[in-house]
């Protein structure tokens, strides 16, 4: 693979992984309220619940993919973000794709199918992979394996949720 190959795909993964993290933001621009620091921000509450002497990537992981919060007004948000988690818990991304590649593969656009077949390569380098680019592509195929596209955002946040968590588990036993 070239370098510019290589950093088109590191880009449309990043891409990938604003679009997902951006569906679960919420909260309002109301110049009359001061703001408040994000929980996600570096240093932020979520990073702060890393262990002490954690890597620059678990850190991040912790800062990228918190627990989600699905919205109370959307019926349904919670239940889909609950079974997201389910079906991912204790799971690899590689283990995640394999499972339910059938079911997405018509839904994934080719672009999508391309990074999706390159997963593995994305897994051996995710101990430096701060954006943990292979538990997002996992996490699109269980997310295009859903039948309710509404709802699908969700199941996808349940589920990088819970790879993430599997993720930061090796990551401590590491101790990286």
Same mark, same amino acid.
């Not at 290589?6 to 110049?31: M, P, S």
């Not at 593969?105 to 390569?121: F, T, Y």
């Given at each position: 693979?070239?370098?510019?190959?290589?950093?088109?795909?590191?880009?449309?993964?990043?891409?990938?992984?604003?679009?997902?993290?951006?569906? /679960?933001?919420?909260? /309002? =621009? =109301?110049? $009359?309220?001061?703001?408040? %620091?994000?929980?996600?921000?570096? /240093?932020?509450?979520?990073?702060?619940?890393?262990?002490?002497?954690?890597?620059? $990537?678990?850190?991040?992981?912790?800062?990228?993919? *918190?627990? %989600?919060?699905?919205?109370?007004?959307?019926?349904?948000?919670?239940?889909? $973000?609950?079974?997201?988690?389910?079906?991912?818990?204790?799971? $690899?991304?590689?283990?995640?794709?394999?499972?339910?590649?059938?079911?997405?593969?018509?839904?994934?656009? *080719?672009?999508?199918?391309?990074?999706?077949?390159?997963?593995?390569?994305?897994?051996?380098?995710?101990?430096? =992979?701060?954006?943990?680019?292979?538990?997002?592509?996992?996490?699109?195929?269980?997310?295009?394996?859903?039948?309710?596209?509404?709802?699908?955002? +969700?199941?996808?946040?349940?589920?990088? +949720?819970?790879?993430?968590?599997?993720?930061?588990?090796?990551?401590?036993?590491?101790?990286?």
């Amino acid at each position: 693979m070239t370098t510019i190959q290589y950093r088109a795909i590191r880009t449309a993964a990043t891409v990938l992984a604003a679009g997902a993290l951006l569906a /679960g933001c919420g909260g /309002g =621009d =109301d110049a $009359t309220t001061e703001a408040k %620091p994000s929980r996600t921000a570096f /240093g932020g509450q979520a990073e702060k619940q890393a262990p002490k002497g954690a890597s620059p $990537t678990l850190k991040a992981i912790y800062r990228q993919f *918190p627990k %989600p919060q699905p919205p109370a007004g959307v019926k349904g948000a919670g239940a889909a $973000t609950r079974a997201g988690e389910e079906a991912c818990r204790g799971l $690899t991304p590689t283990e995640a794709k394999n499972r339910f590649y059938s079911k997405a593969a018509g839904d994934l656009l *080719p672009d999508q199918r391309r990074m999706v077949g390159q997963l593995e390569s994305f897994a051996r380098q995710e101990a430096v =992979d701060a954006s943990f680019v292979a538990g997002q592509l996992a996490a699109l195929v269980y997310e295009k394996s859903l039948a309710a596209e509404k709802l699908a955002r +969700y199941g996808y946040q349940g589920c990088i +949720y819970q790879l993430a968590r599997g993720f930061e588990q090796k990551l401590e036993k590491q101790g990286k």
